[in-house]
Structures are given as structure tokens and as C-alpha cells.
């Protein structure tokens, strides 16, 4: 502990000696949990960096999730003060819990810059996160405001990161810091799962973190807890609305979708089902069935009415070249899912949102749904057969494979290839041995 003490203050006389403005590190989340990832990430850029601190600042209502999606605000900053106690140089702040949201990084930046003007922030995300900066709300602004320190994570080429970040760096090129840390690969839906299942996440996160949760019931079925914490079982958060069978989805869908797009569906979820027997056995049919029937529910409308849906959700739209129905319609379909028919089940929409692109980190059901589409029996173009005979024995090949040819057709044809396929490739590839 002495030898902390003098590094630290070895670091703040050099600091006081170079008349240098004060380096904050700024990192938000919900921080649900907040784990030993966040705080390796912290300690590494807060060392490497030369900060003088980082900020934990937990989300209020971030623009891409629903209130009822996370804990309550109090639970999750509480669970960070006792995650960052003792670390001199690691401070929490409650700002966003106190603001009106959905709250942006951007807002949240301008007022630490506004309220502190002689500090230079470093705004802490991971290369997960980086590949969607260019869709966020107001990334320009975001990037003028402070500097973006993007963090490696398993899976990620940190190079092709920085060609596709390239553009919107530009003008500020010296703001893009891209940065390698110690692997520490814990994911927060992870550490849910596994307490939801009763399993230990001892090891994921700092001992009074897992004490609180314990304490208060958090990530349990609220019908086995007190009602305080989040329902991480599929279909049960809190106001969620019960799902319904196929059969009395069609005549919502056939007002929406034209009887072809219909008949594909419904072949989908066939392939689905099938699928689902095979690699997920303990899943319940109807969140299979639900994914799959409603997968393309919006893949007849207009690129206008997309991009309505998607502006009227309050979500940013992406750069003009990803602006066709054959990518928007994934994300407008959750959100019509969800609005209309009232499912809050995050397994049910990351389904239907990323059937088209895939995703780095996909789950079980999100490659499910994303090869039953691929392979439903009405496909048939070169390929296709090995696709299909994959999926009968391993879902990760098969995905990757699907991927693989996804991209190599789409760069045969020129058109723009988004990077969340590129990247699900990439994670899928260090997964999986050929």
C-alpha cells in the first residue's frame, strides 16, 4: 500500500511541475453490474494515459435501452461506489441519474466540458462500442468536445477500427486514441445470466458488489425476489406484455407485409424451430416462434417510414450509405415490435434487430433466427447446401460460414458492407476451430 501511495504521489508532483491541464477520464454504462472489466479498463487508461482521474458516471435512461431493461438507478450506483471504493484516483458521479432522460454521451460531455472548462476529458469505450460511434447521436460534435479512447476487446481488429473511424475523425484526428489493455473479457449480460441462473460470479466482480446484489435480490425472477431488482427471465420485465402464439399474429402482419414476405416468414420460423430442437433444446418455442414469424415485419416499408420509425424512437440514424431497406428495416422492426405489440423481451428484439447484419457476441437465439433467414427452404443460391448441413451439426460454423459468404457477395456487388457483419465474423473466427 505504501508503495501505491508514493507512485501516486510521484505522478502529482510531475503533473504540478508540467503546468499541464488535468486529464478526467469519463466512463458511463448502466453498470449493471459494474465488474472487474470496467475497473481493469479504468486502471489501465488512468495509468497509461497519465489521467489524474476517472469518472464512473452510471446512465440514467440511455437512448438505446427502456427504463424497465435495466435496475433501478439507485441499485446500480450504489453497486459502483462500492466497486471504486478505495481507489484514490476513481470518482463517481450521479449526473445522469439526476437529468431528465433518454440521456446521449454527447450532452453529458458538454456539460462536464461546460462546468469544468479547464479539464481535458477522455471519453472510455470499447472497440465493441467504437463501431457504432459513427451512429450515435451527434458524433462530430462528440469528437470536437474531448478525446475518444477506445479500448481493445477480444475479437476486434483495432486496425480496420481505425480505417472505419477514419472519417469521422478528420478534422480532429489527435482525438482518436486507440488503446490495449489487459484481456479482461466479462460482459454484464454475462454476470446477469449467471446469477439469474444461480450459478457464481464470484471472480467477475469485486466481493461488496456480489454482497449488494445478494443483499437485495438483484437479477433474480422477480417472483422469487422482493420486486426490486431486474427480471432477467426472458418475456418477464416489468410491464411486459405476455407473447402471443403465431396464429394470432397474422392478421397484424398481413397488414403490414406483403403475403410473399408472409410465406417467408412463416418458412423461417419452421427452420427456426428446427434449429432450436438441436442447439437450444431448453428454449421455449414461443420466443423461437415469436422471433422468427416477426423477424421482417418491416421489411416492406419505405426507406421514409424506416427511418421515421427509427427518428420517432429516439435513435440516431446511421451515415447515408447504410440507409436502404435491406439494413434499416432490422431495427425499425424491433422498434415497431415493441411499440405496437408491446415485447419488451431483449432476446426477442436483438433477435429481430440484428437477423440481417449479425453482431459481434451474438446469442443463441440471435444466430438462430440470422441462419433459419439464411437457410429457410425457400433459399437456393450457391452455398446454400453447406450452410444447411452445418447448421445440422455445429450453429457457430454455420453462422460464420453464412457471414463469410454474406460478405463475399456484398463486396462482389459493390455495395457498402456494414461493419457489425465484418466484426461478427472476426469474433466468430477467434471462437471457432476449423
Known amino acids: 500500500m505504501q508503495e501505491q501511495e508514493m507512485q501516486l504521489r510521484e505522478k502529482e508532483i510531475k503533473q504540478g511541475q508540467s503546468g499541464r491541464r488535468r486529464r478526467v477520464g469519463v466512463m458511463g454504462g448502466t453498470f449493471d453490474p459494474p465488474h472487474y472489466g470496467h475497473l481493469a479498463a479504468a486502471e489501465a487508461a488512468w495509468e497509461d494515459l497519465d489521467l489524474d482521474e476517472v469518472l464512473f458516471i452510471p446512465a440514467g435512461v440511455p437512448p438505446h435501452k427502456k427504463s424497465e431493461e435495466v435496475s433501478a438507478a439507485h441499485h446500480r450506483l450504489a453497486m459502483v461506489k462500492l466497486a471504486v471504493a478505495g481507489h484514490p484516483h476513481f470518482r463517481v458521479s450521479r449526473m445522469e441519474l439526476e437529468r431528465p432522460g433518454p440521456h446521449y454521451s454527447v450532452d453529458t460531455i458538454r456539460l462536464l466540458t461546460e462546468a469544468q472548462p479547464g479539464e481535458e476529458f477522455y ?57 490495449r489493455v489487459p484481456g479482461v ?35 433474480v425472477n422477480k417472483a422469487a425476489g422482493d420486486g426490486s431488482g431486474m427480471c432477467a427471465a426472458a418475456g418477464a420485465g416489468a410491464g411486459a406484455t405476455p407473447l402471443r402464439p403465431p ?24 427452420a427456426a424451430l428446427q434449429l432450436a430442437a438441436v442447439h437450444d433444446p431448453e428454449r421455449d418455442p414461443l420466443v423461437v416462434q415469436t ?22 424512437a429516439g435513435r440516431s440514424l446511421p451515415a447515408k450509405e447504410w440507409r436502404s431497406p435491406a439494413l434499416l428495416h432490422a431495427e425499425a422492426g424491433a422498434l415497431l ?30 444466430k438462430i433466427i440470422f441462419l433459419a433467414d439464411y437457410i429457410e427452404e425457400g433459399r437456393s443460391f450457391p452455398g446454400v447446401e453447406e450452410v444447411r448441413r452445418l447448421a445440422a451439426v455445429d450453429l457457430d460454423k454455420a453462422v460464420l460460414t453464412a457471414l463469410e459468404q454474406s460478405i463475399m457477395y456484398i463486396i462482389k456487388t459493390g455495395r457498402p458492407l456494414h461493419p457489425a457483419t465484418l466484426e461478427a465474423r472476426h469474433h466468430l473466427l477467434a471462437k471457432v476451430k476449423r
Not at 396464429?247 to 420460423?269: D, G, N, Q, Y
Request: charged letters at 25%; proline letters at 5%; one cysteine or more.
Open 291 to 312: 422471433s422468427a414469424i416477426l423477424h421482417d415485419v418491416a421489411r416492406d416499408l419505405s426507406v421514409t417510414e424506416l427511418e421515421r420509425i427509427i427518428s420517432e
Open 185 to 219: 473479457d466479462i460482459s454484464s449480460t454475462e454476470v446477469r445470466q449467471r446469477l439469474a441462473l444461480g450459478k457464481s460470479a464470484r471472480y467477475l466482480l469485486p466481493d461488496a458488489v456480489l454482497a449488494y446484489i445478494k443483499e437485495n435480490h438483484l437479477y
Open 123 to 179: 471519453f472510455i469505450i470499447g472497440s465493441d462500442m467504437a463501431f457504432e460511434l459513427p451512429r450515435w447521436y451527434e458524433p462530430r460534435q462528440l469528437v470536437a468536445l474531448c478525446r475518444i479512447v477506445v479500448l481493445n476487446r477480444p475479437g476486434y481488429s483495432m486496425d480496420e477500427l481505425s480505417c472505419h473511424l477514419a472519417g469521422l475523425f478528420a478534422a480532429h484526428p489527435d482525438h482518436l486514441l486507440m488503446h
Open 337 to 366: 415490435v415493441q411499440k405496437e405489440l408491446g415485447i419488451n423481451d431483449p432476446e426477442v428484439l436483438g433477435a429481430i434487430r440484428y437477423h440481417t447484419t449479425g453482431r459481434p457476441g451474438m446469442t443463441t437465439l440471435e
Open 247 to 270: 396464429a394470432e399474429l397474422r392478421a397484424w402482419l398481413e397488414m403490414r407485409m406483403k403475403p410473399a414476405r408472409l410465406a417467408h416468414s412463416e418458412r423461417v420460423m419452421k
